[in-house]
Nanobody, 120 residues
Framework: QVQPVQSGGGLVQAGGSLKLSCAPS????MGWFRQAPGKQREFVAL????????WYADSVKGRFAISRDNAKNTVYLQMNSLKPEDTAVYYCAAKTRSGSAEVPDFYDYWGQGTQVTVSS
């Protein structure tokens, strides 16, 4: 597994949409986290290695969708109905150790981070 490279992100108005990509994703369960200025890194979503199961933070449930294309070795985060409070740097990472999906300590191979800014 090598460190993934992220793409996507940018500036969008509230209510808009953005899609983030992360590759390579390998065979691990893959997660997305975000970190706003002055705040701790926060879990957003996780998808299993086969792509059959997804978990979401309550704050994004129903608005964000995590998916993966294993043929393309890529994980995606589709973000809809964006709110100003979604503004943060978003990171993808591979869940390499057993433990809570919401704890960054159980992840390795972090992407470089992508800025998402939602204006009101």
């Amino acid at each position: 597994q090598v460190q993934p490279v992220q793409s996507g992100g940018g500036l969008v108005q509230a209510g808009g949409s953005l899609k983030l990509s992360c590759a390579p994703s390998g065979r691990y369960d893959m997660g997305w986290f975000r970190q706003a200025p002055g705040k701790q890194r926060e879990f957003v979503a996780l998808i299993s290695g086969a792509g059959s199961t997804q978990w979401y933070a309550d704050s994004v449930k129903g608005r964000f969708a995590i998916s993966r294309d294993n043929a393309k070795n890529t994980v995606y985060l589709q973000m809809n109905s964006l709110k100003p409070e979604d503004t943060a740097v978003y990171y993808c990472a591979a869940k390499t150790r057993s433990g809570s999906a919401e704890v960054p300590d159980f992840y390795d191979y972090w992407g470089q981070g992508t800025q998402v800014t939602v204006s009101s």
